[in-house]
């Protein structure tokens, strides 16, 4: 008996410890009436890592978080946050701290603007959950955070908006990609871009929201334009950057395809300093005088024809695309064998330096696995009808 008295109390001791481990890390406290660094303990100060705050938040409360807690926080719960604007931060009041979390934020229900430099305060790193209203992002003047390295969703229950989940074209990519739309799906809030790849923008979409891409560094991409593009709101892409471009491959380069005939109507600063600027552009080849003479659009290097590219993969979104190559892995090389007339293939490194370039003039081709080069190649085959395929080779 007096054994079994000492295992409960031994267990009930580890749960008491638990509990109050479990309080010292997962605090929640109701702000307002008091300043925020006078309702946490001293412990809590030390120890929590996910900090529910419910009520008002002050200036000097925005200001203590900064100084003391982002750094440790691996979630803020601002949901019940009576707040349509979180506050703009100012470079000379900025000193980042080093975060190696990465800082999930639940974002106030009536939330309407995030602002200025704000989300830089968690070292490049974080998410961001949409409770209510979806937000739009003020500017920023710090470092440009990888997109992969930021990721938007909607809270569970946020019925306003809707999340669409599309895969890649690259047939090496398992990955799939989540876009952000509202409702009767024709205005696009967010894209989240974790890897290089093509993102397509959905037919039927006639709105981009208001700084959508705004201050993201893209990962090398292919952003591809419906037909149905109307406009683009106030500062979607400004202070967007990605990779130098190169040239039409699967996975290399910056382009930017758009398929609407006539110039989507901009809002204020949509390309003001963004990744466009380093970008070719690909429209109908009726269109491109239009764009030429569109102001803004016409910050691409250049504006090329889209008919010289073949079938785009926006055709093939909700289809299973027919290969027109199969590859069968010996030992020493790839057999590769062809669906339909091929003309010439071009291999590239992963950063875009065109390797080799030369006819095909056979439905079958060997390449030796000796003349590749690490981690992979692309090659890609243009074929008679004018379209073109894109494989990886590992040597």
């Known amino acids: 008996m007096k054994k079994m008295l000492f295992s409960v109390l031994c267990t009930m001791i580890v749960l008491c410890r638990l509990q109050a481990q479990n309080a010292e890390t997962h605090v929640t406290v109701y702000a307002g009436g008091a300043p925020l660094e006078t309702l946490l303990t001293e412990a809590q ?9 419910i ?7 925005y200001i203590f978080l900064r100084e003391n807690l982002y750094p440790q926080l691996d979630t803020l719960d601002l949901r019940e946050v009576n707040v349509d604007t979180l506050p703009n931060i100012r470079v000379e009041d900025y000193s980042p701290k080093p975060n190696y979390n990465k800082v999930h934020l639940v974002l106030p229900m009536n939330i309407e603007y995030i602002g200025a430099n704000f989300l830089y305060q968690f070292s490049r790193c974080y998410s961001l959950e949409v409770t209510g209203n979806f937000p739009e992002f003020g500017e920023s003047v710090y470092s440009i955070p990888q997109s992969g390295e930021v990721k938007v ?8 908006y809707i999340t669409k989940t599309f895969n890649f074209f690259d047939e090496w990519i398992s990955e799939t990609y989540s876009s952000i739309y509202s409702l009767n799906e024709d205005t696009l809030y967010y894209m989240n871009m974790p890897v290089d790849g093509n993102y397509v923008i959905k037919e039927g979409t006639k709105v981009i929201h208001g700084t959508a891409f705004r201050n993201l560094g893209f990962p090398t991409f292919t952003l591809i334009f419906p037909a149905t593009l109307d406009s683009i709101g106030d500062y979607a892409f400004e202070h967007t950057e990605c990779p130098v471009p190169t040239s039409y491959i699967t996975g290399v380069g910056a382009l930017i395809l758009c398929y609407a005939v006539e110039p989507p109507k901009l809002g204020k600063d949509v390309f003001k300093n963004s990744v466009l600027g380093s970008s070719i552009l690909y429209v109908h080849e009726a269109s491109i005088e239009k764009y030429k003479n569109a102001k803004d659009w016409n910050q691409a290097v250049e504006i090329r024809a889209i008919e010289e590219i073949g079938a785009p993969p926006s055709r093939i979104s909700t289809q299973v695309q027919k290969k027109k190559i199969s590859i069968k892995a010996m030992p020493n090389s790839y057999e590769l064998n062809f669906g339909q007339e091929p003309l010439y293939m071009e291999m590239y490194s992963t950063n875009g330096i065109l390797l080799t370039k030369r006819s095909v003039g056979s439905s079958t081709l060997s390449i030796d696995r000796n003349q590749l080069v690490s981690p992979f190649i692309i090659m890609l085959v243009r074929f008679a009808d004018g379209t073109t395929e894109t494989v990886k080779l590992i040597p």
């Open 153 to 160: 969703s909607l809270s569970d229950d946020n019925f306003s």
């Open 45 to 53: 100060k030390q120890s929590v890592k996910h900090l529910t705050i």
């Open 55 to 61: 009520g008002t938040l002050q200036d000097m409360d």
